[in-house]
């Protein structure tokens, strides 16, 4: 019999056996090692995540404020018709200038969605600018297509009250050389988008 140690050769199944099972409890005990960080690493990006969370909400809220208050101001200024609100622009100017102008305070040129809206729009101008206000450019143009007036989103227009009262010359009656619709006493005509007019931007409330 050879001697191995205490052991003996017999004993090697035991001995084996005996250094998988301390191989395997090292094992474990590294995985639950690692185990561990990886939670809190878990639990770290789930703080954080919910932090961002927290923090995009409180911004939307904050801008949705900010816009409720510039509405506010604005309808204060101007005119609030149905779910809109519409401020006078004194100063002439053209078409697509006065469009960038209304762009940049959050609004767009104003476009009159019914009969009523178009009222009411119409004696709010004249109360600002008196009777003798001219003309002022609306939101509305058929600029691409040409008898297709559109809104500044690009939709059809589902109103329109053009001036029929020159039965020789039915507006709109420009062509191509006048793509750019304009508001005087509730009636609309096509102008020449490079004249300088007053105008009316438009903020929607909802």
Known sequence: MIWTGSLQLQDTPALLLLGVLLLAGHSLQQTRAKRKPLKKDAAKDAAVEQLQKQIDDIITELNVLKELQAL?????????????????????????????????????????????????LADYVRRSAGDDGGKIWLGVNDMVTEGRWVDQTGASVAYENWDASDLRSPQPDGGASQNCAALSGGKWSDENCRDDKPSVCQFNIV
């Not at 200038?97 to 178009?118: F, I, K």
């Open 72 to 120: 506010q101001t604005v309808c204060l200024k101007g005119v609030k018709i149905n779910s809109k609100c519409f401020l006078f622009e004194p100063l002439p100017k053209r078409y697509h200038t006065a469009s960038d102008d209304c762009n940049a305070m959050g609004g767009v040129l104003g476009s009159p969605a019914t009969a009523d809206e178009n009222r009411q």
